[in-house]
């Protein structure tokens, strides 16, 4: 079993930053692959970014490139997404999730373990 817990989340104007970080408890995290996804309301969940189990391979979705970046500090069982030029339409549910796998996955189904989600909410 793998806890997610994200924290970081809240309130930032356009064009403005926020950091989520992603704290893992229970199996070995630094053998899994992590990613961050989002879901909107009323809009189903979506992929936002991944990295693999070194930190080596990141994959991000078209919508965020260039403007949020996905790390990892395997000592501290963390994950972090860094996100500047943040867009009103940036504004959702952010989760965390781990996979078994070794390599960068951007489908959900990929994902075994999730966690509860943090706001973020830019305003225009």
């Known amino acids: 079993q793998v806890q997610l817990v994200e924290s970081g989340g809240g309130l930032v104007q356009a064009g403005g930053s926020l950091r989520l970080s992603c704290a893992a408890s229970?199996?070995?995290?630094?053998?899994?692959?992590m990613g961050w996804f989002r879901q909107a309301p009323g809009k189903e969940r979506e992929f936002v970014a991944t990295?693999?189990?070194?930190?080596?391979?990141?994959y991000y979705a078209d919508s965020v490139k260039g403007r949020f970046t996905i790390s990892r500090d395997n000592a501290k069982n963390t994950v972090f997404l860094q996100m500047n030029s943040l867009r009103p339409e940036d504004t959702a549910v952010y989760y965390c999730?781990?996979?078994?796998?070794?390599?960068?996955?951007?489908?959900?189904?990929?994902?075994?373990?999730w966690g509860q989600g943090t706001q973020v909410t830019v305003s225009s």
């Open positions: 990295i693999n189990w070194t930190g080596g391979g990141t």
């Open positions: 229970g199996r070995t995290f630094s053998s899994h692959t």
């Open positions: 999730a781990a996979s078994l796998s070794y390599s960068i996955a951007a489908a959900t189904g990929r994902y075994e373990y």
